[in-house]
């Protein structure tokens, strides 16, 4: 088995099938033009694919108009007839009635008063009083005229529907109420006699409003009108853009393509979107049958050539070849006499064993030469030893006698200095440097405390804010107060720190912007919680705006005061308003320092 694996390897990796795989590179091109032809018909079949859509859409959208136009003739007829005019609810729901019977398209008609009171309707409605907020009813009063409802209206009915109003006026135009037509089902039943012959076999129809809900389905026989579209998937492009096309599988796995376009309609709050959905095989099938077709006489015209091929190959070019490799063979192991014996014909091949018996010839010259060089190497390589020896020997001497003395040199010139009496001069010097010192240690202090006060990790936070508190009040000269709930245990170290470093950050921000004559921080107990706040007496700012320079990266210090309290299980809150103050309210858990923790601490 390994034998024939082997005797198969050698030859698909042999010449003859690299010649063989160059025929096929050759006949690559036409693979590529029927491939590229059949991506054109694909390119043409998806562009009218697109162009049907968009028919579709037209059709759709002029056939709601008439439809509109017609509930419009309707109300308008309802609102100018006698019964209406009356008002009288018994004449009125007669009327009513007999008109709903005569449209069974609408699902319900009514009329209501100009507060929204219902007079009387032809089917009952599930409230006795319209809302003054309804689009409807509030256009109707506004314009004077005929108004359409959102999508979707349920208060009249259980089921989604549009309802459309129109005024009812009298000889002066004074509104008397308006006429109410609740449209039952509006997108279907337009030109569904015609989808069937427009639409090949497979492929679906679909409208939806800007919230995904079907408006009309063809084929549809489950469908109920206001349902979201099963293909939930393709709400996020098809809502995104005013056409185009996406290409993905329907809730059963078949490949589908989808061609939509976006149409305004009056019976949406927004737009509506035709959704064209074919089959990909079906939409693709003329052109899938012609490249099988064209793949089938290329594969056909190859098979022969390939024929051809193995045979001419043989003679024309292997055996030359095989003498070639057994002499590349011989030089590989180190005979630079081999020759191929081959003649020097014009044609490539002789051309190759030419170049090859010179290259043999001048391979065998170059050895001699190799070796009458080889002693030469030597003695340039041993002259390059003595060479680095002597850098190295110049600059150990360098580093020695220079660098050295001077070093020396520097060390007797401090010793002298150390021998000289004190003078007037040097005791200033000497106290300025002390004072400098003193300052710098005062700074360091300053900087410590702000860092990490070694009190929070020894006395706790109460002890540590005030103290803290109160510094701060002298350096700055603020009226400061703290006050505090008594806390009998070491609070959790994550909340001691946090909330240290949130009153630090406020305080700071007191100092800087707040120009407060006073500020008083409190810790106390509430609900399981602990509650610190500062309130200052200051200038206040605006909190959004500050928010939004803090999240634009302006100041990050809001930003920081939240983390650390969300950090510590907390949150923070910020109370201002300018010229009026500011108070940061920040809250924590209640929970102790455990045993281990305050053994380690007392440690």
Not at 484 to 506: G, K, V
């Amino acid at each position: 088995m390994r034998s024939l694996f082997g005797f198969f390897a050698q030859k698909l990796s042999g010449l003859r099938f690299r010649l063989l795989l160059l025929l096929l590179l050759v006949c690559a091109p036409l693979l590529a033009l029927m491939l590229h032809t059949a991506g054109e018909d694909r390119r043409r079949a998806m562009a009218s694919w697109q162009k049907r859509a968009e028919e579709m859409s037209q059709v759709a959208q002029r056939e709601e108009q008439e439809m509109v136009s017609a509930t419009h003739q309707l109300l308008l007829a309802i609102a100018e007839s006698s019964a209406v005019h009356s008002m009288n609810p018994r004449r009125c729901k007669k009327f009513l009635v007999d008109e709903l019977g005569s449209y069974p398209r609408y699902s319900n008609l009514a009329v209501l008063k100009t507060n929204g009171e219902l007079i009387a309707s032809a089917l009952p409605l599930s409230v006795s009083k319209i809302s003054p907020t309804e689009r409807f009813f509030r256009q109707t009063l506004q314009t004077r005229g005929f108004a359409a409802g959102e999508f979707p209206t349920r208060w009249a009915s259980d089921k989604p529907t549009i309802a459309f109003g129109f005024p009812v006026l009298d000889h002066s135009t004074r509104i008397l109420g308006v006429v109410f037509g609740e449209l039952d089902r509006p997108w279907l039943g337009r030109s569904g006699f015609d989808l069937s012959l427009q639409l090949p076999q497979g492929a679906t129809w679909t409208e939806v409003d800007h919230q995904g809900r079907m408006l009309v389905r063809y084929p549809g026989k489950d469908t109920r009108f206001g349902d979201i579209i099963p293909e939930q998937s393709l709400l996020l492009p098809v809502l995104s853009q005013a056409s185009g096309h996406v290409e993905q599988s329907d809730p059963k796995g078949v490949p589908y393509v989808y061609a939509y376009k976006s149409r305004p309609s009056q019976l949406a709050a927004s737009s509506v979107v035709s959704i064209l959905g074919i089959p990909r095989q079906v939409l693709f099938a003329e052109a899938d049958n012609l490249l099988r077709r064209n793949l089938t006489w290329l594969a056909i015209a190859v098979g022969v050539a390939l024929m051809l091929g193995w045979g001419g190959s043989k003679v024309l070019v292997l055996r030359p070849v095989k003498a070639l490799v057994r002499s590349t063979a011989r030089l590989a192991a180190g005979d630079l006499t081999v020759r191929t014996g081959l003649p020097y014909s014009r044609d490539e091949l002789g051309q190759l064993t030419l170049a090859f018996d010179q290259m043999v010839q001048a391979l065998e010259q170059r050895d001699l030469e190799r070796q009458r060089a080889s002693q030469k190497l030597q003695v340039l390589s041993h002259r390059l030893v003595e060479v680095q020896e002597s850098e190295r020997r110049h600059i150990a001497r360098e580093l020695h006698d220079e660098i050295g003395q001077s070093l020396t040199a520097a060390e007797i010139n401090l010793q002298a200095a150390l021998q000289l009496p004190g003078n007037p001069a040097l005791e200033r010097r000497l106290e300025q440097s002390i004072k400098a010192v003193e300052h710098v240690l005062e700074q360091v202090h300053d900087l410590s405390l702000s860092l990490r006060p070694s009190m929070l990790d020894d006395l706790g936070l109460e002890p540590t804010l005030r103290s803290y508190t109160h510094r701060q009040a002298e350096l700055t000269g603020i009226d400061a107060e703290f006050k505090s709930a008594a806390l009998e245990n070491r609070l959790d170290p994550i909340i001691e720190t946090e909330c240290f470093r949130i009153a630090q950050e406020a305080l700071t921000n007191v100092v800087r912007h707040a120009q407060a004559r006073s500020v008083r921080v409190e810790l106390s107990r509430n609900d399981g919680r602990l509650h610190l706040t500062v309130r200052d007496d200051g200038i206040g700012f605006n909190v959004s705006a500050l928010r939004e320079e803090a999240v634009r990266g302006a100041s990050l210090g809001l930003l920081s005061m939240e983390e650390r309290a969300a950090l510590a299980g907390g949150g923070l809150q910020f109370k201002s308003v300018p010229g009026q103050g500011t108070e940061v309210q920040a809250w924590f858990p209640l929970k102790w320092r455990n045993t281990i923790e305050t053994e380690k601490a007392d440690e």
